[in-house]
């Protein structure tokens, strides 16, 4: 199924071997259930059938036991709060590249259509997988969540308990002071990914998670690249200019000269 959009129905009996009344009985359960898409060439797994096939792998090993209502919709996938067997509460995130253009290939027919459905599959699985990846290297180094699993196009990591920098106004619970030292204490985390071998590649207020105590967690890392990137500076200096864009409204950098791109893209590099 990895490689194919459209798969024939005589190759699935042959794959299946059923008789072909059972196999087409099946699919059209599969069909109403929105897990399986037909066309003209036969059948594909639809978006939600390959969140379906990932949660049944989770379950089947024993890790997940309960998903629970969707945390946020981001612009590439879907999160949600789950209960893990062990009674732990955590998140599944849904890697879901591609989602345009596998809405317009279902539009168009045929050729197209097939190559836009094998990338949404293989790209979301292989970010899903890059993701998992990376957060086993940072993991727990950087302030990162914890890697529980992966399947497919999703991953199942730690929840953090915490707002995002954006929906926060900070000058209401902490001073000056502090929130320059927050801001010091996130560019010490992106010097220690730096170390590990990366750099994120989105940082901004949207994957800054903060927590009651004013602790925090860096999240979103699929997109992350290799320090040896040869675009590595290029990505890092955004990533820093990001963070500072975000503090500037509390002027911590009026008394912090430090605070400016050029500056601090030597002190995580060293170069
Ligand atoms: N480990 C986590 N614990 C708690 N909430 C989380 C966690 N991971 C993600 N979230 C929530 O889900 C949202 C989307 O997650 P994330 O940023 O990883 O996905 P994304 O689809 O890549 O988003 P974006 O469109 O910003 O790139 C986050 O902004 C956050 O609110
Ligand atoms: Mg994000
Ligand atoms: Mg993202």
Not at 216 to 230: G, L, N, R, S
């Amino acid at each position: 199924m990895r490689y194919h959009e459209w798969v024939p129905l005589d190759e699935i009996v042959r794959k299946a071997k059923m008789p072909e009344k059972d196999v087409l009985y099946r699919l059209k359960r599969l069909n109403k259930f929105g897990f399986v898409v037909r066309s003209v060439y036969g059948y594909a797994v639809s978006m939600g059938g390959y969140d379906a096939l990932a949660v049944n792998a989770f379950v089947k090993k024993g890790i997940l036991k309960a998903i629970g209502n969707k945390l946020g919709v981001g612009k590439e996938g879907d999160v949600y709060n789950v209960l893990l067997e062990d009674g732990r509460e955590a998140v599944l995130k849904f890697h879901k590249h591609g989602r345009t253009c596998f809405t317009r290939g279902k539009r168009y027919r045929g050729y197209l259509a097939d190559k836009h459905h094998i990338s949404w599959l293989y790209v979301s699985r292989l970010t899903a997988q890059q993701e998992f990846e990376i957060l086993n290297e940072l993991f727990p180094v950087v302030k990162v969540p914890e890697p529980i699993e992966w399947n497919r196009h999703a991953i199942i990591m730690g929840k953090v308990v915490g707002e995002e920098l954006k929906r926060l106004d900070l000058s209401e619970f902490m001073s000056i002071e502090e929130i320059r030292d927050l801001f010091w204490k996130i560019i010490e985390e992106v010097k220690k990914a730096y170390k590990i071998g990366y750099i994120h590649g989105d940082l901004s207020e949207f994957n800054i998670l903060l927590d009651e105590s004013r602790d925090f967690v860096i999240i979103d890392w699929p997109q992350a690249i290799p320090t040896y990137h040869p675009d590595a500076e290029f990505y890092l200096k955004r990533d820093i200019w990001n963070v500072i864009r975000y503090f500037k409204k509390y002027k911590i950098d009026k008394e912090d000269e430090n605070i400016n791109v050029d500056y601090i893209h030597k002190y995580i590099t060293g170069k």
